[in-house]
């Protein structure tokens, strides 16, 4: 729990290269929570601006687990990138 919370810390700070080595290695080990995991390697991504990363681990967590809050996250990001859809402003 203590190192998740030092992970949130990295994130907030901009701290993201970090903050995904050691998430990933988390997830190597098997670790017990990895809804959160992958929730918290999504917003990571998502700060550095890797939309289709963030994406991808906002579902893993879902799919872990249906209450993650991965899934506001994931619409949230969805909402974002449809509003800023490229093709609709270059027609």
Do not use: H
Request: net charge negative.
């Amino acid at each position: 729990m203590e190192q998740v919370l030092y992970i949130k810390e990295l994130i907030q700070k901009g701290e993201t290269e970090e903050a995904i080595g050691r998430l990933n290695k988390m997830l190597a080990e098997n670790c017990p929570n990895q809804d959160e995991v992958y929730y918290l390697l999504g917003n990571a991504y998502r700060k550095t601006g890797n939309w289709q990363q963030a994406l991808n681990n906002y579902q893993y967590a879902i799919e872990l687990n249906a209450e993650s809050p991965a899934v506001e996250a994931r619409s949230m990001l969805m909402d974002i990138l449809n509003f800023f859809n490229k093709d609709m402003y270059n027609q």
